[in-house]
């Protein structure tokens, strides 16, 4: 069974034990989190992954942030009183 998270992952159950994953890859979307997490620059991930882009990273991002969260982030304006 084939689960399209978003348009840049996907989650299938023949590739990787069905963990979520980069389309079109087997890079683990756990794996480049983990990096990111620790502070690896993003200019050194994309080169040891070359299949990803700066697109696949942020979109990994938002999966995370939906799961654990639940809900959007709104980012709110200054309204100028008067």
């Known amino acids: 069974m084939r689960v399209e998270i978003n348009d840049y992952l996907v989650a299938d159950s ?6 979520p994953t980069f389309r079109g890859t087997r890079v683990l979307v756990s794996d480049i989190l983990e990096l990111v997490a620790v502070g690896e620059p993003m200019e050194e991930i994309l080169e040891n992954y070359p299949s990803i882009t700066r697109k696949h990273v942020a979109a990994a991002i938002k999966y995370a942030a939906k799961l654990l969260g ?3 982030y709104v980012k709110f304006s200054k309204v100028s009183a008067g």
């Not at 023949?14 to 963990?19: A, D, L, S, T, V």
């Open 14 to 19: 023949e590739i990787c034990h069905g963990k």
């Open 70 to 72: 639940g809900g959007s």
